[in-house]
């Protein structure tokens, strides 16, 4: 009997070992070729992972082996590409997260593709539940977002003389401002948002039809538009003036012009990088056009010398409010003999208004107005036959339509009128 169950102990022992090493066979040969093929797909994309961290279990789960491996080269460098490589595909049975991190800083993937360089981390876990085996997969992924190429658009390209041709560029790299020439005339790039540059160029009353070339560059880009300036129709006016007053006589004298001259030209090669204006111009005061723009002016039926309105002349009753029409800076204010009370307003890029023969000056050099605010009263000071705002508008030393810029249609709110097409 004793040596029956003496038999029976060696083959339990025996067998106990054999299950021993059976285990310990089973677990050794665990290793990260036991982990499960995880992947991340996006289109034209699979990724491996570049960190395994996982609990195998083994015996159904009566033992557990963790396991660790690393294998970076499965990181993954796209490059350049213009957007977020998205979206992704992950394996059933995971709980994802992701994180984005633009030049070592986290982003939302809300936030857009912004240029720069980005890492994207993804993370797969399958957590425990009972016995079965669980851990977690780490991918990493990372590319670049270029600065995008700056773009070229033109606002009309077939315009009446007196009216404005207008560029606008956008994604101009910070630190950078772009530059426009031709003969058309004074060609200012004006900051209009963030990478976003504005140019109104004049195509002046005077300016002779033809086709004229703009060109535009950047430090990278050059481009060139070509304008086509059509003929506009300018009425003819004979004003009777009576030379023999003597206020006439003095605002009519070669001492006038030479202190116009002085004062007023100067001004036109002047201007503020900043857009001071925005939107529709207003008129500037109530009343009746009695000259219009660019009208052929005879003095006296003095028919051999013709010359050029430069503006138009609203006439009203002395007194009449002067208003600003638009957002600027007072470059000048001041009595002359030939313009009487003489304002000057500079909207930015060039373009100002100018403003004569008011009876006051509300206004300053220096002062900022916005739309609406008065600047002076409507008179007849100067070389005047009656109570009138001369209201005129340049770009430069070009004269173009100031009752264009009152008009919603008007070729310098090209951009404005079609927001959110470009």
Known sequence: MAKTLFRVFLIVIALLAAAALFCLLVYESVDEHSFPEVHVRAPGLVLSPV??????????????????????????DLGEVLDFPGPFTFEEGYAATLELFREDE???????????????????????????????????????????????????????????????????????????????????????????????IPVGNTRPPGVYTVSVATSSVKWEAKVTVKAFAFDTQNLIIDTSDPVISEANSPAAYAQYREKIPPLYETFDNEMHWGGVFAMPASGRISTQFGSIRYTNSNWSSPRHHWGVDIAADRGTPVNAPNGGRVVFAEYLLNTGNTAVIEHGGGLKSYYYHMDALHVRPGDMVKKGDRIGDVGSTGYSTGPHLHFETRIGNQAINPLMLCEASSSLLFFEETAGQL
């Not at 399958?126 to 977002?145: I, Q, Y």
């Open 51 to 76: 960190e395994s961290d996982w609990s195998t279990a083994v015996l159904g789960g009566l033992l557990h082996k963790a396991g660790w491996h690393e294998d970076s080269g499965a990181a993954a």
């Open 106 to 200: 986290a982003v939302l993937l809300e936030d857009g593709p912004l240029p720069g360089d980005y890492e994207c981390l993804i993370c797969l876990e399958k957590p425990k539940e009972g016995r079965g085996s669980h851990g977690r997969f780490t991918f990493r992924l990372s590319f670049t977002v270029p600065e995008p190429e700056p773009e070229f658009f033109t606002g009309e390209d077939a315009l009446r003389q007196g009216e404005v041709f207008v560029v606008r560029l956008t994604n101009v790299p910070k630190g950078e401002t772009p530059a426009a020439s031709t003969e058309l005339g004074m060609s200012v790039f004006m900051p209009a948002g963030e990478g976003e540059w504005l140019a109104a």
